[in-house]
C-alpha cells in the first residue's frame, strides 16, 4: 500500500523555506513513528515474529528496524528505497502482507492499514506543532 501526497509551497525566503522543510520532516517522522506504533499494537499475535518485524522508515534514514530474538533467524532486509520526504512502515517477516491482505485460505488481519487511518489526519497538526 502506497500513499502519496504533494504540497507545492512558493517560498521567497531561504530561512522560512528552511523553517518550514524541517517542520514537514519532523511532522512526517511523528507521524510514521504514531501509525508504526499502533501498527505493532494491532498485529497479531502468535508468535510475535510479525510484530518484532515490523519496521518504520522516513528519507532513507531509519528510524526503528525490527529486532529478532535471540535464537531467530535475522530479518530479510526488504527494505523500501525511500525519495526526499517519504515515509515507510513495513514489515520484514516475509509474510506480514499475507496478514494484512489475507490469502485464498486466510482471512485478512490488517494492522497497517487501521493504524494509518487512526493516524493520517494528524500529520497537518503535527507539522504545525513543529513551525513554532
Known amino acids: 500500500m502506497?500513499?502519496?501526497?504533494?504540497w507545492i509551497v512558493n517560498i521567497k525566503s531561504k530561512d522560512v523555506e528552511d523553517k518550514v522543510g524541517k517542520a514537514v520532516r519532523q511532522g512526517l517522522v511523528d507521524s510514521v513513528t504514531d501509525i508504526a506504533h499502533d501498527a505493532i499494537e494491532l498485529c497479531v499475535v502468535d508468535t510475535?515474529?510479525?510484530?518484532?518485524?515490523?519496521?518504520?522508515?522516513?528519507?532513507?534514514?531509519?528510524?526503528?528496524?525490527?529486532?529478532?530474538?535471540?535464537?531467530?533467524?535475522?530479518?530479510e532486509t526488504g527494505e523500501p528505497d525511500l525519495?526526499?520526504?517519504?515515509?515507510?512502515i513495513y514489515s520484514t517477516s516475509?509474510?506480514?502482507g499475507y496478514l494484512e491482505?489475507?490469502?485464498?485460505?486466510?482471512?485478512?488481519?490488517?494492522?497497517?492499514?487501521?493504524?494509518?487511518?487512526?493516524?493520517?489526519?494528524?500529520?497537518?497538526?503535527?507539522?504545525?506543532?513543529?513551525?513554532?
Open 94 to 96: 516475509g509474510y506480514g
Open 2 to 6: 502506497k500513499i502519496t501526497t504533494n
Open 101 to 132: 491482505t489475507g490469502t485464498a485460505r486466510m482471512d485478512p488481519q490488517p494492522y497497517i492499514k487501521p493504524a494509518f487511518d487512526m493516524n493520517k489526519s494528524k500529520l497537518p497538526n503535527n507539522i504545525k506543532g513543529h513551525m513554532a
Open 83 to 88: 525519495k526526499t520526504l517519504e515515509g515507510a
Open 48 to 75: 510475535g515474529h510479525n510484530r518484532r518485524s515490523i519496521a518504520y522508515k522516513v528519507e532513507n534514514k531509519a528510524v526503528r528496524t525490527g529486532n529478532p530474538e535471540a535464537g531467530e533467524k535475522p530479518f
